[in-house]
């Protein structure tokens, strides 16, 4: 992935407000940032694009986020990190806490600037190493956020 590529991020959330909130954060830190509402649009997004990161909500009409989790699975998609973005305790997605495709889980309401450092640290962390298995833990606005983000192979 060249350095282009993982500072690319595709932000998908059917909440115009949020996803904008999202997009103008991340554009501040100097990340390509492209857009979906759905998972349909994200995928079809996915496909054309390589992305250093995904921040992805859950609850969306069309397809949410667990059906673009599992379109991910498939061969012929590629596997960014993942940062899904919830709202209140949903265990399904804990469920989906794989180390290698869900690099953070990030409870709504979030501090946007706390979640975009975390989407640049783990962008730059996927540019220089594969994921591997260390944990790094930290607090976005009174909720945890647990950032599975510097897994390095040895």
């Known amino acids: 992935m060249n350095a282009e590529q993982q500072k690319r991020v595709?932000?998908?959330d059917d909440d115009p407000v949020i996803r904008q909130l999202l997009v103008t954060t991340l554009e501040r830190?100097?990340?390509t940032v492209d857009e979906a509402s759905d998972g349909l649009a994200a995928l079809a997004l996915i496909k054309e694009h390589h992305y250093g990161v995904i921040l992805l909500d859950l609850m969306m009409p069309v397809l949410d986020g667990f059906g673009v989790?599992?379109?991910l699975d498939g061969?012929?998609?590629?596997?960014p990190?993942?940062?899904l973005v919830i709202t209140g305790a949903d265990r399904r997605a804990i469920d989906h806490l794989d180390p290698q495709r869900i690099h953070g889980i990030v409870r709504k309401p979030f501090d946007p600037e706390e979640l975009a450092s975390v989407?640049?640290?783990c962008a730059e962390i996927r540019g220089r190493n594969a994921f591997g298995t260390m944990a790094i833990a930290t607090v976005i606005a009174g909720?945890?956020?647990l950032a599975l983000l510097d897994?390095?192979?040895r």
């Open 10 to 12: 595709l932000v998908v």
């Open 29 to 31: 830190h100097s990340l």
């Open 69 to 71: 989790l599992d379109a």
């Open 75 to 79: 061969p012929s998609m590629a596997s």
């Open 81 to 83: 990190p993942v940062v």
């Open 119 to 121: 989407v640049v640290a």
């Open 143 to 145: 909720s945890p956020l």
């Open 151 to 153: 897994h390095i192979s």
